[in-house]
């Protein structure tokens, strides 16, 4: 069997899928790294909604989802970028998703992380900022979650300089009941992100972030950095006090800081973990008994799928994570909140179908190419 892709040019060609999948079972929790799956939310398909209204989640495909994660011994990053807030998830529906996500990790035995932010207001003061991400912290806290600092476009807008994020997150460090994990999101996430610490400089920047962590270590669980800067990633790294972990947020990199150096290695907190859950799983085992080799051979062929889906505008890389949940049979269909399945062009969407072809994700190849044939279809593309 054989399936004809659009290429970047608008031309046909023919593609022979494989016919069947990388070899892959669920496991024991990774050891040698802490390992996070940042995790997209399904949207409900039948709900009568426009791209501004407030997102219509599936809940039970959603779960379901996050108990795949949980069942390949990956921990579930929860309400982060990857589930789109900021882009079709707002504040009301994080929270939702934050409870359910927390009861169900409780249920199952999972390990779980939610993001906390200012998304419930557009702007204000810096009290007012402030004020905002303690409710968030509080709702995360009261479901039994760690909490991740997430960077705040609110923030963004009103600090004057660096002394402004000092203050409100040594405000928050203060008062959180248990050590949380600090987002640094660089602005090819989030343009509304730009000059974030107080400075346009990553150098300069860099020093706030540190000043912060330095003064709270205590405070401080870990630091996800996604700058998709392997360097700088690594610099970072080994300046974190003792006890600090840090957690890779770069889909480009991701290999070769997961596995270190002779001075330290990157814990992972990843959107692109989330189509790669179980290959990423079986890579990191691999790294518990002391395989580097076996650990790059596994995920280093991964690399060229996670640039494709993370290329600029790299904040659209949502579109193709559910595009391969959808294809793996992980849900019933292809939409999203806020219409964002549209966000991607026929060609991109194809070349991400072969490639994690490929690799061998998809349980189902077969299940797979029908699904493709049907999008392409949509598109007038005739089998």
Known sequence: MTIRLPDAHGALRTYEPRTEPFPLTPGTPVTSRTVFSAAHVVADPYADVSPDSPAAVDWDATLAFRRHLWSHGLGVAEAMDTAQRGMGLDWAGAAELIRRSAAEARAVGGRIACGVGTDQITGGSLAEIRAAYEEQLAVVEESG????????????????????????????????????????????????????????????????????????????DGVKVSLLDARREVALRRRLPQGVRCYTGDDFNYPELIAGDERGFSHALLGIFDPLGPLAAQAVRALDTGDTAGFRALLDPTVELSRHLFQAPTRFYKTGVVLLAWLAGHQSHFTMVGGLQSARSLPHLARAYELADGLGLFPDPKLAEERMKDLLALYGVHR
């Open 145 to 220: 979650a760690q909490a991740i600092l997430m960077a705040s476009r609110a923030l963004a807008r009103a600090a004057a300089g660096p002394e402004d994020y000092l203050d409100v997150y040594g405000h928050l460090l203060r008062q959180a009941a248990e050590p949380v994990i600090l987002h640094w999101l660089g602005p090819m996430f989030d343009p509304a992100l730009e000059g974030y610490w107080g400075s346009a400089g990553l150098d300069a920047a860099t020093d706030t972030f540190l000043e912060i962590i330095a003064a709270h270590p205590d405070k401080v």
